[in-house]
């Protein structure tokens, strides 16, 4: 008999389908229905309890106290069991399973046993991958995007069909190429990484009118957020090194410069209510056993309102892969509780923590302290109480809007990387298109990872046959392009068209968790496919790339018989309308390149194990990001065209920031490649000061062309001269700017002195180095210098 299962009936039968464990999965019958939170008065009733007598849904009590009832009513071992992604409950005082694990990187994913989709709730909207959407710099399409998320998570939980706690977003720096997951991530920039970080954890568990709640601990949450994956990490499997026994050997200037900067936006500025721990090793320590970074950094400097959970079954890698101290599986539980982990996704928590207990190496204590943390993020939730957001249903799932928002996210992040005029396409005057490639057809590829059922696909074919008659051609079989056997009828199909769109790149065999690349070219035969095409084509032929991490497409840039390329990444449910709106000019492209794309032989000069961010120029080693890479780019960092012209117009609003110290205040060496540039006072540790003082900005973009158009306003500073080992330049702030023809547009920027000019010396110092910063604003043509002076 079919029955409609409420978000609680979910968790109860998810968690004993749940990987690691072994136990029998509940009967329908065994399922209680129709109960959205826990302290239900009927819910209790129904199991011979009476609500009145459990303090811990007493909502006149702070929800630690309540937390502190409930843990305190549960038996050691039923405490264990709690603390494993799949919590069994503790059915005598009335709390039923729960399952932590949901994910939500671009929309409601069935990655993780905490969501399914069925007839029930047959999908949920599919947005692009995060690269792309951070690739359109629109910090308000960000939070828009994740608010659509948290609505139709929250809908799915009320249906049955999903948890309260999502592990998303993936906050990890792009640091080379060719890491398989660099689809899930913001991009290459710390900054850019942790604002996109810091919003979208916002959007999707902020609750409208409680952002002024004193106490963080007791701020409603919509649906709880993860900041991952901590720290450092970004190899899957390259060359025979995998994750699960990487060591990353970091300098402290690179850690607190790159790798942390995005966590601490994502937990302090974003509130994050949890963060995770990655499998790798940093400095010869699991991140997951390291106290400095889990305990003294996330939950102490940083104040995590939150729980911290581990990347899924790292205790076990540490033990069986690692084989970390030689540890026994009660030494390592004992090690990683102690260090701060509060939550195990994986079982050795609930199999060895009573054990270790036993052995004396823990206290009941440490237990009760994580399961204070995560009930009271739960309780926030509304997971025991009811939430506002109870009349969210399945007409707030794939609703007209939030599929228009999908589109509109893979329009506003595409990038325009060459064209010659011939784009926008018209459509009055081309009749027949030629769509060849791969991805032509492209459908479940669009999605990329971490992606759950879609509301729908519109594949690149039906996007285009909305402007033309369309002849399909595959070119190659699929991406690997192992032989040149279909490239003929792709040339057949060229010389008949009006316009040839070629729709090329890579995919999750290619790209993808556990999957590094080990070059930057396309696969197979793709470059010959797209040579041979260009050259049998009757009319204009459109590149598209629809991949992550860069590709050398130099051939193709160089090549005049190639018109124009288009970087489309991997564009979601509704990525085919988006590309051939672009094509044909319904949407002007306005986005920017997220990543600086190398040439081919870039991967020879520097090993993925590497993790230095700067150049070594006795051993050719190039440097990493566009922030230290000192060699020739196929396209830069922030690269992008449109089809109209911008011009910008900049007024500073201060360029002397005279700064007093006490007798307290000290000054800080630099090293100078020339004595001559070193000041009196080189540098402040930012510690040391208030950090009050301000610049800023206004820029007027003007729209010069004849077609509307949106503009990325991209702000960098760059560090006085002389100073050794600091970045070319970094991103302070950006906005994207709607500009319409022959019109204008301002916008003003306001820049913390301590936050956008400060660097990180050789020492692990972060400090405000006195001297001319260089405000650029663009490609550098427009700039203007802020000076800082120290006195006393």
């Given at each position: 008999m079919a029955k409609t299962f409420t978000s609680l009936s979910l968790i109860v039968s998810v968690a004993f389908l749940a990987i690691c464990t072994a136990r029998r999965p509940p009967l329908v019958s065994d399922v209680p229905v129709n109960y959205t939170h826990v302290c239900e008065p009927s819910r209790f009733a129904k199991q011979g309890l009476d609500i009145a007598e459990f303090g811990y849904c007493d909502t006149s009590q702070s929800f630690e106290k309540r937390a502190k009832d409930l843990i305190d009513r549960m038996t050691l071992e039923e405490k264990v069991l709690q603390l494993g992604n799949s919590a069994d409950g503790a059915s005598k005082i009335g709390l039923p399973p729960y399952e932590w694990w949901s994910e939500a990187l671009h929309g409601v994913s069935d990655t993780g046993p905490g969501t399914n989709f069925d007839e029930v709730v047959p999908g949920a909207t599919s947005f692009p991958t995060v690269l792309l959407t951070t690739a359109s710099f629109n910090q308000?399409?960000?939070?828009?995007?994740?608010?659509?998320?948290?609505?139709?998570?929250?809908?799915?939980?009320?249906?049955?069909?999903?948890?309260?706690?999502?592990?998303?977003?993936?906050?990890?720096?792009?640091?080379?190429?060719?890491?398989?997951?660099?689809?899930?991530?913001?991009?290459?920039?710390?900054?850019?990484?942790?604002?996109?970080?810091?919003?979208?954890?916002?959007?999707?568990?902020d609750v409208e009118g409680t952002l002024n709640t004193t106490d963080l601990n007791s701020r409603p949450l919509k649906v709880a957020a993860c900041c991952k994956h901590y720290t450092a990490y970004d190899i899957e499997d390259w060359l025979g090194v995998d994750r699960f026994h990487f060591d990353a050997r970091v300098t402290e200037q690179d850690m607190l410069e790159t790798f942390q900067r995005p966590f601490e936006m994502c937990v302090r500025d974003g509130d994050a209510s949890s963060a995770m721990c990655s499998f790798n090793r940093v400095n010869g320590i699991p991140v997951c056993a390291d106290k400095t970074l889990l305990q003294d950094k996330i939950r102490g400097q940083w104040d995590l309102h939150g729980y911290i959970v581990s990347d899924c079954d790292s205790i076990e890698v540490m033990v069986h892969g690692?084989?970390?101290?030689?540890?026994?599986?009660?030494?390592?539980?004992?090690?990683?509780?102690?260090?701060?982990?509060?939550?195990?996704?994986?079982?050795?928590?609930?199999?060895?923590?009573?054990?270790?207990?036993?052995?004396?190496?823990?206290?009941?204590?440490?237990?009760?302290?994580?399961?204070?943390?995560?009930?009271?993020?739960?309780?926030?939730?509304?997971?025991?109480?009811?939430?506002?957001?109870?009349?969210?249903?399945?007409k707030d799932i794939c609703s007209n809007e939030n599929i228009e928002l999908a589109a509109e996210a893979a329009r506003e992040g595409i990038v325009l990387l060459k064209n010659n005029g011939t784009l926008p396409l018209n459509s009055s005057k081309l009749k027949k298109l030629a769509v060849i490639g791969?991805?032509?057809?492209?459908?479940?590829?669009?999605?990329?990872?971490?992606?759950?059922?879609?509301?729908?696909?519109?594949?690149?074919?039906?996007?285009?046959?909305?402007?033309?008659?369309?002849?399909?051609?595959?070119?190659?079989?699929?991406?690997?392009?192992?032989?040149?056997?279909?490239?003929?009828?792709?040339?057949?199909?060229?010389?008949?068209?009006?316009?040839?769109?070629?729709?090329?790149?890579?995919?999750?065999?290619?790209?993808?968790?556990?999957?590094?690349?080990v070059d930057l070219l396309l696969p197979g035969y793709q470059t010959q496919l797209i040579n041979q095409v260009a050259k049998a084509s009757k009319g204009p032929v459109i590149l598209v790339i629809m991949a992550a991490g860069c590709v050398d497409i130099s051939f193709a840039k160089n090549n005049e018989l190639i018109q124009a390329i288009l970087w489309a990444g991997y564009p979601g449910q509704e990525g085919g309308r988006a590309i051939a709106d672009i094509a044909f000019g319904k949407h002007n492209p306005g986005g920017r390149l997220?990543?600086?794309?190398?040439?081919?032989?870039?991967?020879?000069?520097?090993?993925?194990?590497?993790?230095?961010?700067?150049?070594?120029?006795?051993?050719?080693?190039?440097?990493?990001?566009?922030?230290?890479?000192?060699?020739?780019?196929?396209?830069?960092?922030?690269?992008?065209?449109?089809?109209?012209?911008?011009?910008?117009?900049?007024?500073?609003?201060?360029?002397?920031?005279?700064?007093?110290?006490?007798?307290?205040?000290?000054?800080?060496?630099?090293?100078?490649?020339?004595?001559?540039?070193?000041?009196?006072?080189?540098?402040?540790?930012?510690?040391?000061?208030?950090?009050?003082?301000?610049?800023?900005?206004?820029?007027?973009?003007?729209?010069?062309?004849?077609?509307?158009?949106?503009?990325?306003?991209?702000?960098?500073?760059?560090?006085?001269?002389?100073?050794?080992?600091?970045?070319?330049?970094?991103?302070?702030?950006?906005?994207?700017?709607?500009?319409?023809?022959?019109?204008?547009?301002?916008?003003?920027?306001?820049?913390?002195?301590?936050?956008?000019?400060?660097?990180?010396?050789?020492?692990?110092?972060?400090?405000?180095?006195?001297?001319?910063?260089?405000?650029?604003?663009?490609?550098?043509?427009?700039?203007?210098?802020?000076?800082?002076?120290?006195?006393?």
């Open positions: 308000s399409l960000w939070k828009r995007i994740g608010e659509v998320v948290s609505s139709e998570a929250r809908a799915m939980y009320n249906l049955g069909k999903s948890g309260l706690t999502f592990w998303s977003p993936n906050i990890n720096v792009a640091r080379d190429p060719r890491w398989g997951r660099i689809l899930e991530t913001p991009g290459e920039d710390p900054f850019v990484v942790g604002t996109y970080g810091a919003i979208y954890v916002r959007a999707l568990q690692q084989k970390w101290l030689g540890d026994t599986q009660e030494d390592a539980v004992s090690q990683v509780l102690k260090a701060g982990l509060d939550l195990d996704c994986g079982d050795y928590y609930p199999k060895y923590l009573k054990s270790a207990l036993m052995q004396g190496q823990i206290s009941e204590a440490e237990i009760d302290r994580s399961l204070k943390y995560i009930y009271v993020v739960l309780m926030r939730l509304g997971y025991f109480d009811g939430s506002p957001f109870s009349s969210l249903g399945k791969p991805h032509a057809n492209a459908t479940k590829a669009m999605i990329g990872n971490y992606a759950g059922i879609p509301c729908r696909y519109v594949s690149p074919i039906e996007g285009f046959s909305a402007f033309a008659e369309v002849t399909y051609e595959m070119g190659c079989a699929d991406v690997a392009c192992k032989n040149d056997s279909l490239i003929f009828p792709a040339m057949e199909a060229a010389r008949e068209a009006d316009a040839t769109i070629l729709m090329v790149g890579l995919d999750l065999s290619v790209e993808a968790e556990g999957r590094d690349r997220p990543l600086t794309w190398y040439r081919a032989e870039y991967v020879d000069a520097v090993p993925m194990t590497s993790m230095s961010l700067r150049p070594v120029d006795e051993f050719g080693y190039p440097g990493r990001t566009y922030k230290f890479f000192n060699g020739s780019t196929v396209y830069p960092f922030g690269y992008g065209l449109s089809y109209t012209n911008f011009s910008y117009k900049i007024t500073p609003s201060k360029t002397t920031l005279k700064i007093k110290l006490n007798k307290y205040q000290h000054c800080n060496n630099l090293n100078y490649t020339n004595y001559d540039d070193k000041p009196y006072c080189p540098a402040v540790l930012v510690e040391d000061l208030s950090c009050e003082h301000e610049f800023g900005l206004e820029a007027t973009v003007e729209n010069a062309g004849k077609m509307d158009g949106s503009e990325v306003v991209m702000v960098y500073s760059k560090p006085p001269t002389g100073i050794t080992g600091t970045h070319a330049k970094q991103v302070i702030g950006f906005e994207r700017v709607f500009v319409p023809a022959g019109g204008k547009n301002n916008v003003k920027f306001t820049f913390n002195a301590c936050k956008s000019l400060a660097i990180v010396d050789g020492r692990g110092n972060k400090v405000l180095p006195s001297g001319l910063h260089k405000i650029m604003v663009g490609d550098a043509d427009v700039s203007f210098l802020v000076e800082v002076q120290f006195y006393q």
